[in-house]
């Protein structure tokens, strides 16, 4: 009896991960990030909402090409994890739930992510 030999140490970095895992990947990645980002908004609209001088600092503090940057990264996680939410909801009915049509629905929901980014980025700037 032989045994097979396993490798000891698995290098992540030379392993090639299909387009679906990577989306997969991401949309936990996004969810984290929203989560998080959900927190600061939260607490910058209840700043701005307990008075005048309040407002006026979370007015100084949003106004600047940095807070508009994390805004516009903010709105395309959202974005992201929205349609990757909606691709595994449609995979969890039974449909592109196949390795061809899988890899196909994941690209779409990265190709979609990228045309509301742009969208984001319009708006935010």
């Given amino acids: 009896m032989t045994k097979k030999q396993r490798p000891v140490h698995l290098d992540l970095r030379t392993i090639r991960q299909p387009v ?33 001088a309040g407002f006026l600092k979370v007015v100084d ?33 039974g449909y592109c739930s196949e390795l061809e049509t899988g890899a196909l629905s994941a690209k779409v929901a990265l190709g979609v992510t990228a045309f509301l980014s742009v969208l984001a980025g319009i708006m935010v700037w």
Avoid: N
Wanted: glycine letters at 8%; hydrophobic letters at 65%.
């Fill in 61 to 93: 503090i949003v106004d600047g090409f940095f807070v508009w940057f994390i805004l516009w990264g903010i709105l395309t996680a959202l974005a992201y994890h929205i349609v990757g939410g909606i691709r595994h909801m449609i995979m969890d009915l």
């Fill in 20 to 52: 679906a895992a990577i989306a997969s990947i991401l949309h936990r990645v996004s969810g984290v990030i929203t989560l998080f980002a959900l927190a600061i908004l939260l607490w910058l609209l209840s700043y701005s909402l307990s008075s005048e």
